[in-house]
């Protein structure tokens, strides 16, 4: 089935302790991006990546770190994670964005508490 | 910088009704539009895409247009149901580096 897969679904942790959040596809997409959502403020692109050993940052990347080693791979890293980084966190990939008939796939999201 | 909006933020309907979503951009320039639903704690799902050269899509009991030069979609649900209570979230892709902005999205409750 294809998919876009992310780990964990819940995450409990303290300020301070690095984390990563995993994320696969395994549809042979080009493009991958890490998004949050928060309560009135949306979607927010955190950082994406066109292809492999190519990553950018989105409009939130303060505090966050990414890469694309694989092209099916595309971890997301907080270093020392704060309480303001608490939320819900969504991998998505697709074939190409630019790509004129490209629909977005995304994972089941990471809701995650940083006390 | 592209802006998306959906207004209103939230809808009731009596199920059987068709209903119309809105959604608007600044930025014509797109090279699509999706429609996408977004259910309680859940990820996003892509219900339909627009070419920048189309008009419409249609899936289903759902159409979706575009008109890009007045910046506008609609997405059109017909006789809707109570599964169809979910967020309805637009986003349109433009720019060199193919960027996606989403709207805060509408939340729609079908009521039995």
């Known amino acids: 089935e294809a998919q876009v897969t992310q780990n964990p679904r819940y995450l409990i942790t303290v300020t301070g302790k690095k984390l990563t959040v995993t994320c696969s596809q395994n549809m042979n997409h080009e493009y991958m991006s890490w998004y949050r959502q928060d309560p009135g403020l949306g979607l927010r692109q955190i950082y994406y990546s066109m292809n492999v050993e190519v990553t950018d940052k989105g409009d939130v990347p303060e505090g966050y770190k990414v890469s694309r080693k694989e092209k099916r791979n595309f971890p997301l890293i907080l270093e020392s994670p704060s309480p303001n980084q608490t939320s819900l966190y969504f991998c998505?990939?697709?074939?190409?964005?630019?790509?004129?008939?490209?629909?977005?796939?995304f994972g089941n999201g990471t809701r995650l508490t940083v006390t | 910088k592209q802006e998306v909006t959906q207004i209103p933020a939230a809808l009731s309907v009596p199920e059987g009704e068709n209903l119309v979503l809105n959604c608007s951009f600044t930025d014509s320039a797109i090279y699509n539009l999706q429609w996408f639903r977004q259910d309680p704690g859940k990820g996003l799902t892509s219900l339909l895409l627009?070419?920048?050269?189309?008009r419409e899509q249609t899936s289903g009991r759902l159409n979706a247009s575009l008109d890009k030069s007045s910046g506008r979609s609609t997405l059109y649900i017909a006789a809707s149901q109570p599964g169809d209570s979910a967020t309805y979230l637009c986003a349109v892709t433009t720019g060199a580096n193919s960027k996606l902005t989403f709207g805060k999205g509408i939340t729609l409750s079908v009521r039995p």
């Open positions: 627009i070419q920048s050269s189309q």
């Open positions: 998505a990939s697709s074939l190409y964005p630019g790509s004129y008939n490209s629909p977005l796939h």
